[in-house]
């Protein structure tokens, strides 16, 4: 059983969420990620999203524009992100997940990516821009052995469009929680558990719902929802405002801890 | 004349998915698939309605001034020695160049999508300018992304653009340029993808886009085809267009694909010549990638981040090449070069000194190509030259470099 699915099956049996966190790899530097990742490893989480940094992230919002540029001027190139999953790897059985647009991959060659990161020690691939119709019409982005591929649903997906989506999905099934970019959000979308019951319909994999949550209130609503709760920009804030202080890991960890116990405990 | 939307069936690209050939096709975010779905089908429906074409030809003939002219050339042909080079005169149409054939048929669309909202990105500010109008004229509210630089380079457009009562957002991240406008608007179609249309402004994109912004400016290539035949009885031996996305370049050439005399020559921005970073000319020095919806020719690094691109034309200065036009330079259909900056101001002031026409510095690097082939064809050869755009919007920008002068505007 891969990772994920054994973090999911053991947390189900817990009857808990699970706390997935969203960091941009080589966010402030590619030697700093790694203690990141450590950092929210204590304070609980227990799936780890690492942003590829790209040039032209579309779909995200500014502070995850910013933190790209941050990385790729510090020098993070996709075989140094490799490089540095495999440092994690060695010290850490956490499930690592990459967050990716498709050029970076395309570039490096679908298919060797998918090789060289899981021989690293990463377990899957969201590649935000590749949706399912065109992964099923291009042989080259056909899913290959080595990476689960995580899938997104949007609040805009039709549900006669629910079926195509998921099937083929492993890992977790990514809800984006509202339409828009990535970012902080206070308002969170009031229907996320009619949301995750249409899409569970259809599959039996785990649904994580993300977008936006940064409060504990909003990490606990969507534990109750949902298989998992997705804090991403949140954490990219704090990584960016303390990025110059030392004790920037510990930091990241006491802002994550209590969110990671409130999604934790919020159908206790 | 053959209707533009009227495409026979068999044998085109792109297929129901936006693949033409290898490239093409909808790599874009779930949130915004099932919007470009519902627009392909819109589509799909309103090309087939004979209501919707006669409404579009209504106002291309009456609120745009269509048909343009096909106009001769005389002195230049002369002193070219050449080939007799003809102009289509997009640059006559209203708002000043070929984009507003797209930016109408778009809001046409959208009204029948029941969207109130429309965004757009602009890059020379042409298609803010061409949106900006239609959002009047159709009563919309409209929001243009620009880059910051662009916006200083094309202050001209985006006063226009207020005018008309449209919202300029400028865009600071990257180099602020087109690249960074076109992801600007995505993340607002994003967010507002239930009450918004985006007029992208380019054959670029996901699909449907490529396809429906080359349909909407087919009407280029059918009004020349038709004019050729009336003023030489026989078809021209040579097309030359600029391609910064390729939009002006697809209309113009579309409707001649099947004549196989025929020669067509795209013509991208050069820059201070191909040196990396300095030019935008994908085809030469790029590579095959998937940028801001599409798999096409880009410039990118080895890691595939997009590089820098550079030309004095705004409206050429972009990273990748709309999807059709990398498809027909694998076939071998149409030939692509490219002009550098100083050879498209020096075209720019020798239309402007043989003709009293000022082309905007886009179309400069088309007439920079034809000044360097026409002198070498038969006298019996025929060119025509899409003039997409008029140059009032750079006259301050060509000033500086031309006279060394600062142009307060």
């Not at chain 2, 042909?77 to 048929?105: M, P, Q, V």
């Not at chain 2, 406008?181 to 449907?208: C, F, K, Q």
Request: glycine share 10%; aromatic share 6%; net charge negative.
């Amino acid at each position: 059983m891969s990772r994920i699915d054994s973090t999911f099956s053991r947390l189900a049996g817990e009857n808990r969420a699970a706390f997935v966190a969203y960091l941009c790899a080589g966010d402030p530097t590619l030697e700093a990620t790694p203690e990141l990742v450590a950092a929210l490893e204590a304070a609980g989480a227990n799936i780890i999203e690492l942003g590829l940094p790209f040039s032209d992230p579309l779909a995200d919002g500014v502070v995850n524009q910013m933190a790209a540029d941050r990385a790729l001027k510090a020098g993070a190139t996709t075989a140094g992100v490799l490089r540095m999953i495999e440092a994690i790897r060695r010290r850490s059985e956490i499930p690592l997940v990459l967050f990716t647009y498709l050029n970076p991959v395309y570039t490096y060659g679908f298919e060797r990516f998918h090789r060289d990161a899981a021989a690293a020690g990463a377990d899957a691939i969201l590649a935000l821009d590749l949706p399912p119709d065109e992964a099923a019409r291009n042989a080259e982005l056909a899913r290959h052995e080595g990476l689960q591929q995580i899938r997104l649903v949007a609040p805009t997906t039709p549900q006669e469009r629910l079926p195509l989506v998921v099937s083929g999905a492993e890992g977790f099934i990514y809800l984006v929680s509202r339409e828009g970019v990535t970012g902080v959000q206070d308002a969170l979308a009031d229907n996320i558990g009619d949301q995750v019951a249409l899409v569970k319909q259809h599959t039996d994999v785990p649904v994580c719902v993300g977008f936006g949550i940064h409060k504990e209130e909003q990490a606990a609503a969507v534990a109750r929802a949902a298989d998992g709760v997705v804090v991403g920009s949140a954490l990219v804030r704090l990584v960016e405002k303390h990025r110059a202080e030392k004790d920037m890991p510990k930091r990241l960890h006491d802002f994550a801890a209590p969110l990671v116990r409130a999604a934790h405990e919020a159908r206790a | 004349m053959e209707k533009a939307l009227d495409l026979p069936q068999a044998n085109s690209v792109p297929d129901a998915h936006g693949h033409f050939g290898p490239f093409g096709g909808m790599f874009v975010p779930e949130t915004l698939m099932a919007a470009l779905r519902e627009l392909d089908e819109a589509y799909a429906l309103a090309r087939g309605d004979d209501a919707f074409q006669e409404e579009l030809d209504f106002l291309l003939r009456e609120y745009c001034g269509r048909p343009t002219p096909l106009y001769f050339a005389e002195r230049w042909t002369e002193e070219l020695g050449g080939a007799r080079i003809y102009l289509k005169r997009e640059d006559l149409l209203h708002t000043g160049a070929h984009k507003i054939n797209n930016a109408l048929g778009q809001i046409l669309l959208a009204r029948r999508l029941g969207k109130k909202r429309i965004i757009a990105e602009t890059g020379a500010g042409q298609h803010g300018v061409a949106t900006a109008t239609v959002c009047a004229r159709f009563g919309m509210d409209c929001v243009i992304y620009m880059g910051r630089v662009d916006m200083e380079r094309q202050a001209l457009n985006v006063a226009r653009m207020r005018f008309l009562g449209a919202e300029v957002r400028g865009v600071e991240a990257g180099q602020a340029t087109l690249k960074e406008a076109v992801n600007e608007a995505m993340r607002d179609w994003v967010t507002n993808v239930r009450s918004t249309h985006y007029i992208l402004g380019s054959a670029l994109g996901s699909h449907p886009f490529p396809m429906m912004v080359r349909d909407f400016h087919r009407v280029i290539g059918l009004e020349a085809r038709e004019q050729i035949m009336l003023k030489e009885g026989r078809l021209p031996d040579l097309l030359v267009a600029c391609v910064g996305g390729g939009s002006n370049a697809i209309g113009l050439f579309h409707p001649f694909l099947g004549d196989e005399g025929v020669r067509m020559t795209g013509v991208e921005a050069g820059g201070d010549g191909i040196t990396r970073g300095r030019h935008a000319a994908r085809f030469q020095g790029g590579r095959l990638g998937v940028l801001q919806g599409t798999k096409t020719w880009l410039l990118a690094d080895d890691d595939g981040q997009i590089e820098l691109t550079h030309s004095v034309s705004a409206g050429l200065d972009y990273a990748a090449v709309g999807p059709e036009h990398a498809w027909l330079q694998e076939r071998g259909r149409v030939d692509y070069t490219f002009a550098t900056d100083k050879e498209a101001l020096a075209a720019f002031q020798e239309l402007a000194g043989t003709e009293g026409i000022i082309p905007a510095l886009e179309t400069a690097h088309a007439m920079a190509h034809v000044s360097k082939v026409a002198g070498a064809m038969k006298r019996d050869r025929l060119i025509i030259v899409n003039c997409s755009g008029r140059g009032d919007k750079d006259v301050a920008q060509a000033a500086r470099h031309v006279f060394g002068e600062e142009l307060k505007l």
